[in-house]
């Protein structure tokens, strides 16, 4: 064959527009911090990592207006995938703002950090874009490598090694069984791209059995990088030992594309055997809506918490997923993206008031934050209300599209476990906000000054949330439009 | 069936050749050590110590080997064992000659002749690393554990730019398969100047990027730290003795072999003649043979001892006989390219007996500052810089 | 396909029998003496301090690192290589660009001082 055939166009550089300034930037960055001293301040590399962030944030609408496939079909710029490099963007912009700050305050600027999150953010891009497994496991290893090392960033930190550990095991772990599973499929349709596959498993001349094998293999690895029960035990000690930032970024920005992913595989390739893996999503559903809502219940490190939590809300994503409809697409994408809000927001305060070291991060630690620090104190009073589903706030529309999704689509039962999961899901998040209301302030020490970005982040998703609660229609209609995927 | 037989034949004569090799290797480095310091070298057992090898056999094969304890027993057995197999492996795939036709069966010269020979080399040599690290590692000695450890991360480092260096006369002569990258070499350019890649391909840099890498690779002087004997007591095999011991030794003989072939094959035109046959090169494998069967006669006239009459004159008689050969038409298609290939590869294991003859060795912290920052940019350097003249030709 | 690689096979069997002749067929012939001396560690005669299962330098660590990195692109660049010529001047373009990242990541290496070994 004629190689010109393979050689990429304009038009391909386009479609591809955001992870490729993400990557420059990266490679940027990598060589300014070779080249500053080890000594000197690196938060202007933090600021120049933002900009390049904002560059890629305007790219998207570029790859969005040039639709199709690009790289000999290797990415697609469509709706879908430009819905979810917004989302990671967005919670890659947020890291960064609350990062400059926390890492001066834990002395450990480097602009390591900055690189490693606009990887990250490309890799989650790639896989948002991916239409073929190979880019799949490329996006998935190239946000994976660098969450790894972000999570231990801290290295003096015994439990940021832990976690970092804990991490890279068990991510590795869970990666080799998506590889397999690409593998499997690859040796049943000789083919990585999803559509190709779809085409090969429709024609049904190659075993099925085994395609449904392979399938399973995979649904085990996105399971553990979306932190589904029963793959969820690395996400709270990873949570727990992360710096603060990071851990925001760890709970929305991969889960998201990662989700991504799951949607795009499991609704594009796997169609055809869809009443094979619904039982089994259906229990993936239940089991970590479950698991996440009652191990939060007893906990009190606040960071802790907000992992089982995340953990619960993965699980009212899968119900959205185990729907395996458009409008069940459209409002797990709603979701993510409000999720990506209400967490981050949450993250962001935590980060703030965990304080040097991280040594305030239990509930106690936020008693009666209220009268210390108004401010900070209503802002995460809006991400915990979304968080809980109350109205008038992004959670619960979110919450709301998907128990209609999965009613539509007669998943009674799921729907009505699922809405006594957030009723459940309502106390721990009730308990962080009666301390800070309700209690004294444990000291009278006076609060130290919320650092812009942080403060910027956590303005910016509280209106974010509200706006999304009173007028959901925004992010719907979008995602409504775009959930259906190029078959 | 014909070629399951063929392939045994084949095996069947590689093999002693092989192993002939391999022992009188050491006897031909420790006699040109040996002069190199004017010494005698070995001398007693057999004439010029010809015999030296058998005897270092049964002196090998006959002594107790102890096994300290503490060892782990599986490494301990695995690691000499792997050495030896996948330094002699390596071998097979070399070219030593043409596509020739013998009694009208064609058949290559070599053992296999497969797309990936190149790689397949990269990947035995890559493992050769692990019987160095296990024997280093199972032994349970401090010195075994240091001699191991270094020996791999210095085999790691220098594989980077040897990689390097053979990229790049692959952009010249773009295939993995050994006989077709000699082929790729065959020619003069000027009609003089052999198209060898070293020479009229203009990888000079490469070569001795690789010649350097090939030294280390080997554990050779002056990279020979891993078996540093006055601080390491000989590294990683410091804890084998009897066969085992003489395994590694094998396989670093395999190893200098392995390399010093690829080294012909890649940069040095293989089997091609150094001056085009038309101009007489067909004549010069004779014209060696008779000068040295001339020397010897000269010998045999003159003797230093008595028995120097009777050895000289045959030996010499024997060249004689071979140089005749090179010209006998059936035997010639064989024995020229076999003759042109053996001398370069014969060569360059010269080199490096003589280096170690004449180099002193490398600081540890000197090797790795050399490997990653001198080789590895320099091999990068010589490999844009290939790309972009092979570029500029062809398009 | 499989005629290429017969030999190969024929002369691995070779390969795994030799050494494994070689190591076995002495035992047959050597002496076989016990002594307690025989079965310590060498340490030039004296008695070994310690085990030799200790820590070692993180460098080889670093080493064995960048080795996978670079290792993985110099291979890369083989069948790169071996396509060269049909490529034309977009494989140089490619591999202006890969090389490029590369070297970064090299500059980057370097000054950190993972490449120092002291």
């Keep these: 064959m004629n190689p010109a055939a393979f050689y990429p166009t304009a038009t391909d550089y386009l479609r591809f527009l955001p992870e490729l300034i993400l990557t420059i930037g990266g490679v940027l960055l990598l060589v300014l911090e070779a080249l500053t001293g080890d000594n000197k301040d690196k938060s202007s590399l933090g600021y120049l990592a933002i900009a390049v962030v904002l560059g890629a944030m305007f790219a998207v609408p570029v790859a969005l207006a040039n639709p199709g496939t690009s790289f000999n079909g290797m990415i697609v710029s469509d709706g879908f995938a430009a819905f979810f490099r917004m989302v990671t963007l967005l919670v890659g912009l947020f890291t960064l703002l609350c990062s400059t700050s926390y890492l001066s305050r834990e002395k450990a600027n480097t602009g390591e950090f900055y690189l490693l999150v606009l990887f990250s953010l490309a890799g989650q891009g790639i896989m948002a874009a991916s239409n073929e497994l190979i880019m799949v496991f490329l996006g998935l290893e190239i946000a994976s490598i660098s969450s790894y090392v972000l999570a231990g960033f801290l290295r003096d930190d015994k439990r940021g090694s832990e976690a970092a550990l804990k991490y890279f095991l068990l991510g590795s772990f869970a990666t080799a069984f998506l590889l397999y599973g690409i593998s499997w499929i690859y040796g049943v349709t000789g083919a990585t791209n999803l559509v190709a596959i779809r085409e090969s498993l429709a024609a049904g001349t190659s075993g099925n059995s085994m395609a449904v094998a392979a399938a399973a293999l995979m649904l085990i690895g996105l399971a553990f990088k979306v932190s589904a029960a029963p793959f969820q035990a690395w996400a709270p000690d990873v949570y727990q030992g992360a710096p603060a930032p990071v851990s925001g970024f760890l709970s929305a920005g991969p889960k998201a594309a990662a989700f991504a992913i799951f949607l795009r595989i499991f609704q594009t390739s796997f169609e055809s055997f869809s009443s094979r893996y619904e039982p089994v999503l259906w229990i993936l559903a239940l089991a970590t809506m479950l698991v996440g809502n009652f191990s939060a219940l007893w906990q009190s490190n606040v960071k802790r918490m907000l992992a089982y939590s995340s953990i619960a809300h993965a699980g009212y994503v899968l119900v959205a997923v185990t729907t395996n409809s458009n409008v069940g697409t459209a409002a797990a994408m709603f979701y993510l993206a409000a999720y990506a809000l209400m967490n981050f927001g949450a993250f962001a305060a935590v980060t703030h008031l965990a304080g040097r070291g991280e040594s305030h991060v239990t509930i106690d630690d936020l008693k009666g934050l209220a009268s210390k620090q108004p401010v900070v104190a209503g802002l995460l009073t809006v991400c915990l209300l979304s968080l809980t589903g109350v109205p008038l706030t992004a959670g619960f529309f979110g919450k709301f599209y998907i128990f209609k999704a999965a009613i539509d689509n007669h998943l009674y039962w799921l729907s009505a476990l699922g809405l006594l999961n957030s009723a459940i899901a309502a106390y721990y998040y009730l308990r962080i906000l009666a301390a800070m209301y309700m209690h004294e302030p444990k000291t009278t020490d006076h609060p130290e000054p919320v650092p812009g970005g942080i403060q910027l982040t956590m303005w910016f998703s509280a209106a974010g949330i509200l706006t999304l609660g009173v007028f959901p229609g925004l992010v719907l209609d979008y995602a409504n439009r775009f959930a259906t995927f190029v078959k | 069936m014909d070629f399951i037989l063929l392939s045994i034949l084949k095996t069947a004569i590689a093999a002693p050749v092989l192993l002939g090799t391999l022992a009188y290797l050491v006897w031909i480095e420790r006699k040109v050590l040996a002069h190199v310091q004017l010494r005698m070298g070995p001398s007693r057992v057999g004439p010029h110590g010809l015999l030296q090898p058998i005897a270092d056999a049964i002196k090998l094969l006959t002594k107790e080997d102890f096994i300290p304890s503490y060892v782990n027993h599986v490494y301990y057995w695995l690691a000499p064992w792997l050495a030896l197999m996948f330094a002699v492996t390596a071998i097979s795939v070399i070219p030593i000659g043409p596509i020739v036709e013998i009694f009208g069966v064609k058949t290559n010269m070599g053992q296999a002749d497969i797309s990936i020979g190149l790689l397949l080399i990269l990947g035995l040599t890559g493992m050769g690393v692990y019987g160095i690290a296990l024997a280093g590692w199972s032994s349970n000695n401090k010195y075994s554990l240091l001699g191991g450890l270094r020996s791999s991360a210095q085999m790691i480092s220098y594989e980077l730019p040897m990689a390097l260096a053979i990229a790049s006369p692959l952009l010249i002569v773009n295939t993995l398969n050994l006989r077709e990258i000699v082929n790729g070499q065959a020619g003069y350019v000027f009609g003089i100047i052999p198209n060898w890649n070293a020479v009229g391909g203009l990888q000079m840099f490469s070569f001795l990027i690789y010649l350097i890498c090939a030294f280390a690779e080997t554990n050779r002087i002056p990279f020979d730290l891993p078996e540093a004997e006055n601080e390491l007591v000989s590294g990683y095999n410091t804890e084998y003795s009897s066969m085992k011991f003489a395994a590694f030794f094998m396989a670093e003989y395999a190893n200098i072999i392995t390399a010093c072939s690829v080294a012909t094959t890649l940069f040095l035109g293989g089997w091609h003649p150094i001056i085009p046959n038309e101009l007489g090169g067909q004549f010069i494998p004779t014209l060696i043979c008779f000068f040295f069967a001339g020397v010897l006669f000269y010998h045999a006239l003159n003797p230093a001892r008595p028995s120097d009459r009777l050895s000289m004159g045959v030996i010499g008689a024997i060249i004689l006989g071979l140089g005749l050969m090179f010209q006998v038409p059936v035997v010639k298609d064989l024995a020229q390219p076999l003759f042109w290939f053996a001398s370069k590869a014969g060569f360059l294991i010269f080199v490096f007996i003589w280096v170690r003859g004449t180099v002193p060795r490398f600081r540890y912290d000197q090797l790795m500052r050399f490997a990653w920052l001198v080789l590895f940019p320099a091999a990068l350097l010589n490999l844009l810089l290939t790309a972009f003249v092979v570029a500029a030709k062809s398009n | ?118």
Excluded: H, N
């Excluded at chain 3, 079965?39 to 993180?58: D, M, Q």
């Design chain 3, 1 to 118: 396909m499989l005629e290429g690689y017969l030999p190969l096979f024929v002369f691995l069997v070779l390969c795994i029998a030799f050494p494994l002749a070689a190591l076995l067929v002495g035992k047959a012939l050597r002496p076989s003496v016990f002594a307690p001396a025989k079965l310590e560690s060498y340490e030039c005669g004296i008695e070994a301090v310690g085990g030799a299962r200790g820590r070692y330098s993180v460098r080889f660590y670093l080493v064995a690192i960048l080795f996978v990195i670079f290792d993985v692109e110099t291979v890369f660049l083989f069948p790169w290589a071996v396509r060269y010529k049909q490529l034309g001047w977009f494989g140089v373009a490619e591999a202006l660009v890969f090389l490029g990242i590369l070297v970064v990541g090299y500059v980057w290496a370097y000054k950190k001082g993972a490449l120092e070994w002291v």
